[in-house]
DNA sequence: GATAATTACGCCATCGATTGCGTTAAATTT
DNA sequence: AAATTTAACGCAATCGATGGCGTAATTATC
């Protein structure tokens, strides 16, 4: 009915808690303790069905064996996808992992950094909001291993993992360009986000190696929603200069382009092309499977976790890093040639 | 540098411990110490950045303000979205959340009740694989409040969390019936899963309550996949006697089958019917959008944190109960009157 | 038969925060 | 001036697990 611990088993077995500790951690041999002892431990261990109570080992090792994940928004799949294999990578190594949800709410942000703190957890993957420094040097100051994820802070030393996103992108409006379009649209996320201006400058990279000039009108910065694809991509196919291309800056913008593509009465590949930043399952489910920039989640997550047990080791002193991944381009059937 | 603990603190003040800790939990008043004495440690705390360490604090209470979520599947829109509101309705409340993916591996989710009971998590929302009893009576033997979500287990007392998987099916099926189909497809998942059942459940009377038969080959049960939904739909449709309507019992299902429907050259919802069981994102987004059957997640998310906070009050004795949430009929542009 | 070595454990401090129960000194009352 | 109250704190146990150090008892060695 009660719970058992170590005091408890030792109490029945009459022998101290040190031993049931040490017998059933399987160092028993190292302190000469005898294998009736320690089948009588195990045995009673198994009756009482004890489990050992992390929190008090925590207190005792300083150490939680708990990550904390801080991400923007748990139900876009980019996420998702990074948390279930960061669970699972950690899983095997015998570690948990808080998840905090931000969505994009700097103060949730930082009420997580400080609970996570609290926590005392043995390392934090952060995918900011803000490239702000503030509170996140707490986190450098107490010392916790951090992985920072999909954003890199100027002048602030730290692990970051990130993916080549200017080059990715170039090579997306590479493929464009060698289909034959001149009239190539890029309709971005917030134009005040990193990613989204490294994103930019690949774009326009592709177009000058090129010699295509930027038409102004063709580039949209906006926000990653579903509504800024639609409307931007709906806007330039009814104006008078309709392009025959568009590159989207996330999985959420692609899809909004592809509808308002459709309502404008228009196919594709048929009739226009698009590459979507990000891959994500439904990209493959639409009626024209989507081409798209696919960026390496697993490789993320796991270079994220690699980087944060081995800062666990305080004696490592190498200096941060930046791991740079690259992306892949995944050709599909949502972009055609033209004359 | 090092971390501050109370014992630092007192040092430094010249206080005890015990002061420090009733000072910056705002209780000195009740205890009768000066402001003077407050005023110093609170200025210290702050400067040395002191947080406090709730490992020492679980130990002392006996209560870890973490609950466990143990989902089968993260990527899947309908466990990212309840672990969204999960995590919303918890933060609110001074909780974490530590978030166990199962990938449908039973070792897995026993794995994890291991885990998450020995580090006396407060309660745990599970959606579990099996409808065996013996992983989670573990639970229920150590007390731990517990919310079983999205799987009725038979003869295991417990609090459920469910949705009219039946009623919901009707909905959706009789709203085929009246636009004049006689040929509806049900598209299954695992034909042991008991949504599935109930899902198909509801399937069944609606057909019989307008005096339709089941044709036996319009029944496929199989997995809850996208690839499942793809080959049932195309199968049916190339076969000398094509059905009309389609009911899909989940997200993926329904997407395959929509993929089907295009691949073989045919319209929603001009030339065929189809709606889906679950509410997601890129419903919506489809060339014609998806009439489905929304499942409340918030509300479901809502009720399991209710229940889990509620059992913790440990004078609660009220009977476990199950609470069977409504679903929604969300008409959009996926189905079209026949003759 | 005395000494050394090994076996088989136990004691107790420690991790950090909380809390019931004191205790001392000052202030107030009579 | 003696007695009582109150203000302002401290002591030490507690939560559960661990591990360095110590020790009694048995066995082995010379």
Redesign the pocket.
């Known amino acids: 009915m009660t ?1 058992a ?3 408890t088993i ?1 109490n029945i077995v ?6 049931v ?2 017998v ?2 399987n ?1 028993w041999e190292d ?4 294998q ?3 089948d009588k431990i195990i045995s009673k261990a198994k009756d009482l069905h ?4 992390e ?3 925590s ?4 150490k939680t064996f708990t990550i904390g994940v801080i991400v923007k928004d748990i139900t876009d799949p980019f996420y998702s996808q990074l948390v279930k294999f960061v669970e699972s990578a950690l899983y095997t190594k015998g570690y948990n992992i808080i998840i905090c949800n931000t969505g994009y709410d700097l103060d949730k942000e930082n009420g997580h950094i400080n609970i996570l703190l609290s926590r005392w957890v043995d390392g934090i993957i952060l995918s900011p909001i803000q490239k702000s420094i503030e509170n996140i040097s707490i986190i450098k100051d107490r010392n916790v291993p951090l992985a920072l994820f999909d954003c890199k802070i100027d002048k602030f030393e730290a692990d970051y993992i990130l993916v080549d996103n200017k080059a990715g992108t170039m090579e997306a409006v590479n493929h464009l360009i060698s289909q034959g379009h001149k009239k190539i649209v890029y309709i971005g996320g917030n134009s005040s986000d990193l990613n989204n201006r490294l994103r930019y400058a690949g774009y326009k990279k592709a177009l000058s190696k090129a010699s295509l000039s930027i038409t102004e009108h063709y580039v949209i910065h906006g926000s990653y929603t579903f509504k800024h694809g639609y409307e931007a991509a709906t806007e330039l196919l009814r104006s008078n200069d309709a392009p025959t291309a568009f590159f989207a800056a996330n999985n959420r913008i692609v899809l909004g382009a592809c509808k308002g593509i459709m309502d404008c009465g228009l196919q594709i590949p048929e009739d226009v092309s698009i590459v979507g930043f990000d891959d994500f399952e439904t990209a493959t489910m639409l009626p024209s499977p989507l081409t798209v920039i696919r960026q390496p989640l697993r490789d993320m997550a796991l270079n994220a976790v690699d980087i944060l047990l081995s800062r666990m080791d305080k004696t490592n002193n190498t200096p941060c890093m930046t791991r740079m991944l690259k992306t892949e381009f995944i050709l599909r059937n949502s972009t055609r040639k033209i004359n």
Chains 1, 2 share one sequence.
């Open positions: 719970i611990t170590l005091q030792a009459k022998v101290s808690r040190s031993t500790s040490r059933l951690n160092k302190f000469g303790i005898s009736a002892t320690a004890y489990i050992k109570n929190a008090a080992l207190l005792r090792v300083k």
